[in-house]
């Protein structure tokens, strides 16, 4: 059974540009959420796909958005990259979108300069 | 969503008991309570959830007194390699998937 992963494990970016995190869940679940998680904090949810649909959204801006392809992986998009979106961006992938238990990926560092 | 809060930090010794409190006074009635591990760079484990009572895996034990309103997590005999932030988290697993995480409690075992 193949874990969660993700891609690229780091990048650096300026600021006003654009980046595209990759995410592929785990064998079997069909379900993906993203979280940011800023040095010395706990994750904060940015939002969630369901079978290709987004279902449900934290209190993140428009210009982070997203998308879950046919075989439930998924890209985290983020626009006009602003200094404090520095932060490790984690996918968690659950066999269903509530009362499962979510297994994380290593997530993706990315440094906004 | 309850808000939990759980001590900042915790230090103890290598074969000791950890036992980290989480208080979450505004529980409602279908909120589970569940914990994670992270170490770091790494995304959080899932270790335990629970409702009610007392619940016993492979790694840690969960005790939640009959008001609900705090919770504790039991590390027995840690090691080294525990030392990692613990989360706790309280809603309603069959709807609140949009959790998100508190600061957590650093645990630090040291030989």
């Known amino acids: 059974e193949t874990g969660v992963t993700q891609s690229p494990t780091h990048l650096i970016k300026t600021r006003g540009q654009q980046v595209t995190l990759r995410c592929s869940s785990q064998?079997?679940?069909?379900?993906v959420s993203w979280y940011q998680q800023a040095l010395g904090q706990g994750p904060q949810f940015i939002f969630q796909?369901?079978?290709?649909?987004?279902?449900g959204r934290g209190n993140f801006p428009p210009r982070f958005s997203g998308l879950q392809f046919p075989n439930y992986s998924s890209e985290l998009n983020v626009n006009a990259l602003e200094l404090d979106d520095s932060a490790l961006y984690l996918c968690?992938?659950?066999?269903?979108?509530?009362?499962?238990?979510?297994?994380f990926g290593p997530g993706t560092r990315l440094l906004v300069l | 969503l309850a808000k939990t809060t759980q001590p900042i930090s915790m230090d103890s010794y290598e074969g000791q008991e950890v036992n980290i409190t989480c208080s979450h006074n505004?529980?409602?009635?279908?909120?589970?309570i569940t914990w994670y591990q992270q170490f770091p760079s790494q995304g959080p484990r899932f270790i335990i959830q629970?409702?009610?009572t007392k619940v016993t895996n492979e790694v840690a034990s969960l005790f939640i007194p009959a008001d609900r309103k705090s919770s504790t997590l039991s590390l027995p005999r840690v090691s080294l390699s525990d030392t990692a932030v613990y989360y706790c988290?309280?809603?309603?697993?069959?709807?609140?998937?949009?959790?998100?995480f508190g600061a957590g409690t650093t645990v630090t075992v040291r030989a």
């Open positions: 968690a992938s659950s066999l269903n979108p509530a009362g499962e238990t979510q297994y």
């Open positions: 064998s079997g679940h069909n379900t």
């Open positions: 796909y369901y079978r290709e649909e987004e279902n």
């Open positions: 505004n529980i409602a009635t279908n909120d589970y």
């Open positions: 629970g409702y009610k």
């Open positions: 988290l309280v809603g309603d697993a069959f709807n609140d998937y949009k959790l998100s």
